[in-house]
């Protein structure tokens, strides 16, 4: 099968859309821009045969650039974007949709799936990473409602994976990236979800050890329908520095909102009832910026992780965000070795950013860095879909080493050339 009807090249009029993603340009040799899983199979194969790098994008939110390549080819997915309602609250949706529309169009039907904050965010990327979104404590992760994949396998092979057939695969891109082939599309079982308690609340910073600490004992004791984000926000321009509350509650009773409310001094609360498709919000690229940090999951938020929090943001209140997620419930249930996601205990995933002009001098960089570290190393691993950087320490801490030993024999049976490389790479 020829390529050249889905290929996008340099001086061709569309490239210049082509080439740009989420975390920005780059300078790929072709985009190719598949409407099935037989092209993606001869999109793999003329890739193959030119000897080009490949990334695969979904929605192209690699902060690292995993999505783009240059020099190299790119599968662009966006075309493979269908959402299909079959029996039992089963769906099926193309890797290459985003969650925005995908959303929209499940709750038509009064369904939905715990999937990312953000409309654009791919289906595909998002999902193999884990899928951490505003039902994790009721649903799970994005992954835990995946019942099948049909993957394009290194060999140009078009396989369905489930816990039947091809387990192994099954197993691995639940949690194990892009590393085992192209997925083109997910099968997942949707839940009745119509509408939820959602919103911001908004805090001063009179005390914020006492803040963090009531917020997590408030989560300690919350329903698992109740998933609430904090995040300590430096101040900009006029506004001051401050806390806010992002708060989701998929329950019948919304009075288990209220101990929120009492975590300290509220200046604003816009909760109220909205459709799931709607909690979804636009992500906008920071102009000019250079996040430095990285993420941790953390078994419990107190002690010196606690005091760590306290201190990096203390330090760094005139650039440094700090971002909470309440973790645990319908997540923690599924055994860690389920999944090639494996951080089932972790309570909650702290994220930290120092926010540096683009460009900043690499000490500075690099003490952002260190900076970091005074929080990360209080974890048990890291979420890969809010890394931004790779390095050998970050694979150790996205999979534990009986995780990552049985990744490797995965890789080892599906792409043993490492074809899929453009990623949190584990290598064959």
Request: proline share 6%; aromatic share 6%.
């Amino acid at each position: 099968m020829t390529i050249d009807h889905i290929a996008i090249r340099p001086g061709d009029p569309e490239y210049d859309a082509a080439r740009t993603t989420f975390a920005g340009t780059a300078e790929p040799s072709v985009v190719l821009r598949p409407t099935d899983a037989s092209e993606v199979a001869a999109a793999v194969e003329h890739v193959r045969a030119a000897g080009l790098e490949l990334a695969v994008r979904s929605g192209g939110h690699s902060p690292l650039g995993f999505s783009n390549s240059d020099g190299g080819a790119v599968i662009d997915l966006s075309r493979l974007d269908s959402v299909e309602v079959l029996d039992g609250g089963r769906v099926r949706i193309g890797a290459g949709a985003t969650w925005g529309p995908a959303a929209a169009a499940l709750d038509a039907h009064g369904l939905a799936i715990t999937s990312g904050d953000t409309t654009s965010v791919g289906v595909g990327g998002l999902t193999q990473a884990g899928g951490m979104g505003w039902m994790v404590r009721k649903h799970g992760l994005t992954i835990d409602s995946v019942l099948a994949a049909e993957v394009v396998t290194a060999s140009g092979e078009v396989v369905r994976a489930d816990a039947e057939s091809h387990a192994d695969l099954f197993w691995a891109i639940r949690g194990g990236g892009g590393n085992f082939g192209v997925v083109t599309a997910f099968e997942f079982q949707a839940h009745p979800v119509t509408t939820l308690q959602f919103g911001t609340m908004s805090f001063t910073l009179d005390d914020v050890p006492q803040l963090l600490k009531a917020w997590a004992a408030v989560m300690d004791n919350a329903p698992e329908e109740l998933t609430t984000s904090l995040a300590l926000m430096p101040g900009f321009g006029d506004f001051p520095a401050g806390a806010m509350l992002w708060v989701a509650y998929c329950g019948d009773d919304p009075s288990a909102i209220e101990p929120l409310r009492s975590l300290g001094n509220l200046v604003s609360d816009t909760v109220g009832e909205k459709r799931y498709a709607d909690v979804l919000e636009e992500a906008h690229p920071p102009e000019g910026i250079q996040p430095v940090g990285g993420n941790t999951l953390v078994e419990e938020l107190t002690g010196d992780c606690l005091d760590a929090i306290v201190a990096a943001y203390a330090h760094g209140t005139a650039s440094r965000v700090v971002f909470l997620r309440s973790l645990g419930g319908a997540m923690a249930r599924i055994a860690p070795d389920d999944t090639a996601f494996a951080h089932r205990g972790a309570q909650t995933l702290v994220v930290s950013m120092k926010l540096l002009p683009r460009g900043a001098p690499e000490h500075t960089v690099a003490a952002a860095r260190a900076e970091w570290q005074t929080i990360g190393r209080h974890g048990i691993g890291s979420y890969a879909g809010f890394l931004t950087s790779d390095t050998p320490e970050d694979l150790t801490a996205l999979y534990p080493p009986d995780t990552l030993a049985r990744l490797v024999e995965v890789k080892r049976a599906w792409d043993p050339d490492n074809v899929f490389r453009r990623n949190f790479n584990i290598r064959p």
